[in-house]
Every structure is written in C-alpha cells, then in structure tokens.
T-cell receptor
Framework: DSGVTQTPKHLITATGQRVTLRCSPRSGDLSVYWYQQSLDQGLQFLIQYYNGEERAKGNILERFSAQQFPDLHSELNLSSLELGDSALYFC????????????FGPGTRLTVL | AQSVTQLDSQVPVFEEAPVELRCNYSSSVSVYLFWYVQYPNQGLQLLLKYLSGSTLVESINGFEAEFNKSQTSFHLRKPSVHISDTAEYFCAVSESGTASKLTFGTGTRLQVTL
C-alpha cells in the first residue's frame, strides 16, 4: 500500500459524459501527478500540482482539467468523453516534486461506452 | 524532450535463470533514470533509480541497473529470477534538476515460469 488513495476504483460511463476522479496523496506529500495508461499510448504524464499550484503539464487534452485543493487532495475532471478516453488513470504523490520518489495509487479504471 | 525505448515487450524466462530487460533513452539534457514495476491490478512501485554518483544501482530484491551514458542505456538485470518477479516493468526518465514529470517506456512483461 503506497498510501495514495484513488476513488472510484472503476467507472463506466457513456460518450459525451463528464466524470471526476479523486486522489488523496500520502500524508505530508505536497505534490500530485496524474498519469494515463492506455493500450494505445502507454503510460503518459498528464499534469502535476504542487501545493495547489500547477507545476508541469504534459499531454493533457483541453477536455481534461485538474486541480489541487487546500487539503492537498486532487481531482481530475474529464469531459465530453470519447471512447478513446478509456484507460487506467493513476495519481502519484511526492514530498516536494523535485528529485524525490513518486508513490503511485492503485488507479481508476475508466470505461467509456 | 525525452523518450524511452524498451525493445522487448515480453520476456519469458525460467525460474532461477538470469534476465536482462533493456532500456534506452534519448534526451538533449541530463536525466534521471528509473525502473518501476507493476504487479497485476496494482499501481506502479519504484524498483530503483539513478540520480547521480555510482552508475550501478541496486534494489532490495536483487535487481540492479547500470547507467551507461555513452550508450544511453539503463538496462535492468537480475542474476536469478523468482516466480514472484512476474510483472510489467517500466523504464522511465525525467529531466535532471527537476525530476518532475516522468516519461515512460512502453513496458516489458516479464513472465517467469517453472
């Protein structure tokens, strides 16, 4: 158990819908990362937050957005969902976001029908 | 920008045999290198990392990897594998000095059989 929690574990929805994935980092970690793992694209970095502020951005679609709240939990919002958005979404956290180990959560499996 | 190539998508090996999982990277700047392992239906766990110093790094469960700057490689090795090593292994790179976003390879499925 990494100490990073993600909810829900599974999510099944329809095209065009909007979903929110939630991540709670390990106690004491200030930085949160979101990754997408799909058969087509592999593991891809989406976005990083540090203490509420966006720090780095990767291959995140405009239909996707994220934020980190004052209690340091983070949410990833996916809207106008398409079939190709079906994937495993991982959240990771680290203490500072620089030169330190990222601890991964168990992931949220999103299925878009 | 960085990229990572894991040439072998699957590596079958018998228990107690040695194994090498290959990883090559491309980057215009200095990098940090990582190996992560993903067991079925679980998240990723850090296996080992190279930040600086000795080019040979070891994990607590017998894996080791050597950073070779001239060949831009970071191959993972274990002299004797166990059934419990069956998992997906991902090589990753990040820009040194920041170590924020990780760029992953496509993964290598290590299948250990009796």
């Amino acid at each position: 158990d990494s100490g990073v929690t993600q909810t829900p574990k599974h999510l099944i929805t329809a095209t065009g819908q909007r979903v929110t994935l939630r991540c709670s980092p390990r106690s004491g970690d200030l930085s949160v990362y979101w990754y997408q793992q799909s058969l087509d694209q592999g593991l891809q970095f989406l976005i990083q937050y540090y203490n509420g502020e966006e720090r780095a951005k990767g291959n995140i679609l405009e239909r996707f957005s994220a934020q980190q709240f004052p209690d340091l939990h983070s949410e990833l919002n996916l809207s106008s969902l398409e079939l190709g958005d079906s994937a495993l979404y991982f959240c990771a956290s680290s203490v500072s976001g620089r030169m330190d180990e990222q601890f991964f959560g168990p992931g949220t499996r999103l299925t878009v029908l | 920008a960085q990229s990572v190539t894991q040439l072998d998508s699957q590596v079958p090996v018998f228990e107690e045999a040695p194994v090498e999982l290959r990883c090559n990277y491309s980057s215009s700047v200095s990098v940090y290198l990582f190996w992560y392992v993903q067991y079925p239906n679980q998240g990723l766990q850090l296996l080992l990392k190279y930040l600086s110093g000795s080019t040979l790094v070891e994990s607590i469960n017998g894996f080791e990897a050597e950073f070779n700057k001239s060949q831009t490689s970071f191959h993972l090795r274990k002299p004797s594998v166990h059934i419990s090593d069956t998992a997906e292994y991902f090589c990753a790179v990040s820009e040194s000095g920041t170590a924020s976003k990780l760029t992953f390879g496509t993964g290598t499925r290590l299948q250990v059989t009796l």
